[in-house]
């Protein structure tokens, strides 16, 4: 994989030109692209050519795929949907421009599902083309795992970020909801949708959202010292296998050995309650966000799309707003629980990539920290007996994110 | 001006037909709009069309407008900007949608300022045509005020609903933050923007916005009984002329003659603050949302909006964040000032309409509750004493919007 970081500096001390690392990037989808399918649409002229002109930005040039749920004016935008074949939007979405303002260079579009939901698109898990990469950021976990890209941006509504990258092996980071704009991506849940990014370490995606925010997220080599870590299995946990739950415990002694404080936590009721109202607020809001498309373009939808529309129409109103109370009551409790510990570590999915390319596994693991809207991070670097990637999720306090990262760092460095 | 409740009963009940009450709309459209300017774009043969089929839904075919800063698949999109010129978007936005599922008729497409910012466009004012309608959402309060339409769409992230409303001699409702979606919608401020409704009797806007979302929001003839009420001057009443001030008190006279208590309310001091926190959360966000208009079409920005980005792209990070932070704070204890008061009144403008078309006049007593979040009604009856509409604000608790509207409607009741 790209180290995103150590080549941006070697970039920017001239150790290296952005056109060279452009042309690995291109050199490893010649190489593994028809294999894995992570692209919808690539740029590698202009890429090239931009590559070759002086880089502004802390980014120095390096190539960065975007998920085709998002609008780009010099791409194609498809949001992995018939519906929108001949779509061409007329801005980029404010990521993209972030990332071109932060010295990234687009080089292409990668495969969402379809509105980011369950039917996947093309692409294959780059360890093991015959299972699923995850999704619904299929192509840009799938991009980062096999060496074609440093950094990629992704989207997670459920577990669209954080599973993708478990399953491939790379490091997945939802910074805290609304940390990176939504703005110009085709929203499925307005309360839910947020940005992430893709990187071959824990450092390399703080580093890529440091630069797209300006936030204090760079930590370079730095990694928490002595954190109290919390190990949550939740209400779920005989939903997670014997690779997912030995994962955990390997990423708890990891973590202990390397000087954390770690100790078994079980959440307080309201929050367990909250994951049963994520699908709630998710399907009421699809509803609404997808209104055109089921209004109008009802044929053009999946059937497994379609019908999830219909069962979300049936959502009360005060069903909702319900759920939005219990959702912001839970948040406020789960502040209660980081009075504790610094983070907490738990499954990034119920094991490895599933088998086949029907599915894209399930974000069980993940929905309800989507909800909260609090930093997540999967850790890569152990592997299930068969050899497929087993991520550990880390999760921080609510706009702590750097605290997050320290931690998914000490993590990493104790796993290597 | 167009009654929408009582028209939608009298076709429900077989006493008019959509087809004549469009008509109306249509002839009063025929007569005014050359002189005011409200829309941007009409599409009468459609909407005749759709008015002579049977209506479904509770807004029983009558005619909507929709701000001009809102998508729409079937007319033109320009956002008040030249940049758009050649915009057609791909979808509805969802509240285009909740209309038409609601049995309403998108008409026209109303007049927005540039980005719904301060660039006004061509719309005067129905009461005097040398002065301006207020903006941003310009068209929308003036079709209503001049008959032409019974019900419409603006949003509001200063004071783009209440201003225009004030000034037009309408009801300008702005419900809770996120009642109404915003997708769909250019944005400029995301923790701002705020989708809102022009009708012509607090009433009528309660049914509008009931229809649209299916909650409990149609009051019908009810007014709320012997309310608590806080008369706030904020820090900013030597902004508001004599003609404000004496609506003020004329509003909070006529509603203790309506039985309600009313007292003269100090805000706390966190409160008053967050009034100067909005520009700062605003304009951070619109570097961001426009960010692809100001890298790749400055020019095409009018030279106040190219400045005001300009000086908003020097807004730090963190100054941003604790913007939010102070933002939440106070959100929180003005959620303890519910806790005496069940309402509270302000002053929904500085006075009536200024002379002139080069402004939209002023957000300042806006721009605090967009922050806040909570529901706001402005409501006409009374004038300055050259005949201009001067509006009254109501503010009530945030996600109440049923209990503020019904003290709208007693100070509506109360100003007859």
């Known amino acids: ?58 980014l120095q040039g390096l190539a960065v795929g975007i998920k085709d749920i998002i609008d780009t004016r010099d791409l194609p935008t498809l949001y992995g949907s018939p519906l929108y074949e001949a779509y061409r939007p007329a801005a980029d979405a404010p990521i993209v421009r972030e990332v071109v303002r932060s010295g990234g260079i687009v080089l292409g ?53 954080i599973r993708p990258a478990a399953f491939c092996g790379v490091t997945g980071y939802k910074p805290t909801f609304r940390t990176l704009p939504t ?36 930590i370079g080599e730095e990694t928490a ?25 390997a990423a708890a002694a ?5 000087g954390a404080t770690v100790s078994d936590m079980v959440l307080p009721d309201e929050v367990e ?21 089921y209004d109008r373009g009802r044929d053009l939808l999946s059937p497994g799309l379609r019908a999830h529309l219909e069962a979300a129409a049936q959502i009360p109103v005060d069903g909702y707003d319900e759920a939005r109370r219990l959702a912001k009551r839970a948040r406020q409790r789960l502040g209660d629980v980081f009075a504790e510990v610094d983070a907490l570590i738990t499954f990034s999915a119920p094991g490895s990539a599933p088998a086949g390319l029907e599915t894209t596994g399930s974000p069980i693991f993940n929905r309800l920290w989507t909800l909260m809207g609090t930093p997540c991070i999967t850790v890569p670097g152990l592997t299930d007996p068969s050899g497929l990637p087993v991520g550990v999720q880390v999760v921080g306090r609510f706009g702590r994110d750097r605290a997050a990262l320290l931690v998914a760092a000490l993590l990493e460095r104790g796993l290597a």
Chains 1, 2 share one sequence.
């Open 254 to 258: 990891a973590l202990s050995r390397a």
């Open 183 to 218: 703005l110009g991506m085709k929203t499925f849940s307005w309360h839910l949708d947020t940005m992430g990014v893709f990187a071959a370490r824990v450092q390399d995606a703080a580093f890529f959202v440091a630069a797209l925010t300006g936030r204090d997220l760079d």
């Open 109 to 161: 579009k990668t495969v969402t599902t379809e509105f980011a939901h369950l039917s996947p698109g093309k692409t294959r898990n780059p360890h093991r083309p015959s299972h699923t990469p995850g999704g619904s950021s299929s192509g840009s976990a799938a991009a980062v795992a096999a060496g074609m890209l440093p950094l990629a941006i992704g989207t997670q509504t459920g577990g669209s970020v």
């Open 1 to 58: 994989m790209l180290h995103a970081r150590s080549l941006a500096l070697d970039i920017q001390a001239g150790r290296l030109t952005a056109a060279e690392v452009m042309d690995g990037c291109l050199a490893a989808i010649d190489a593994r692209e028809a294999d894995i399918g992570a692209f919808v649409a690539l740029d590698r002229t202009a890429a090239r050519r931009k590559a070759e002109a002086e880089a502004k930005g802390p």
């Open 273 to 293: 309650a909250a994951d049963a109202i994520h699908p709630t607020i998710q399907d009421f809001e699809a509803f609404i966000a997808l209104s055109d498309e």
């Open 225 to 249: 010292s002595s954190p109290r870590i919390g190990v949550v299995r939740t209400a779920r946990a005989d939903k997670a296998d014997a690779a997912a739950h030995a994962a955990l415990e």
